[in-house]
């Protein structure tokens, strides 16, 4: 009885130290990193509205315009981008500027 024990502890061990997989690449594949590269190309230079953001993105990343939208917030609350507000037709909008 004492050797299926330690056979089934064995067989669990054997399980549970597996390696999940290959680790992940360490390269620019995000959106952040997609929006900084827009950034250092001075792509931001002129006020830039979510919209404007998303059509150039897609290019690169192709991703909802949300999480564009989202990801720009976050470079901005990070103090990477900055954001400003830009008047059109009475109407106010975010745009993010460097």
């Given amino acids: 009885m004492l050797k299926d024990h330690e056979k089934r502890i064995a067989a669990l061990e054997a399980i549970i130290?597996?390696?999940?997989?290959?680790?992940?690449?360490?390269?620019?594949n995000s959106l952040s990193d997609a929006l900084?590269?827009?950034?250092?190309?001075?792509?931001?230079?002129t006020p830039r509205v979510a919209g404007e953001v998303f059509a150039k993105v897609q290019t690169k990343y192709p991703c909802d315009a949300g999480r564009v939208a989202v990801a720009l917030f976050r470079l901005a609350k990070a103090r990477t981008l900055r954001i400003t507000s830009k008047k059109v037709a009475d109407k106010k909008y975010k745009v993010y500027v460097w």
């Fill in 17 to 28: 130290s597996k390696k999940k997989g290959p680790p992940l690449k360490a390269g620019k």
């Fill in 36 to 45: 900084i590269e827009l950034r250092d190309a001075r792509f931001f230079s």
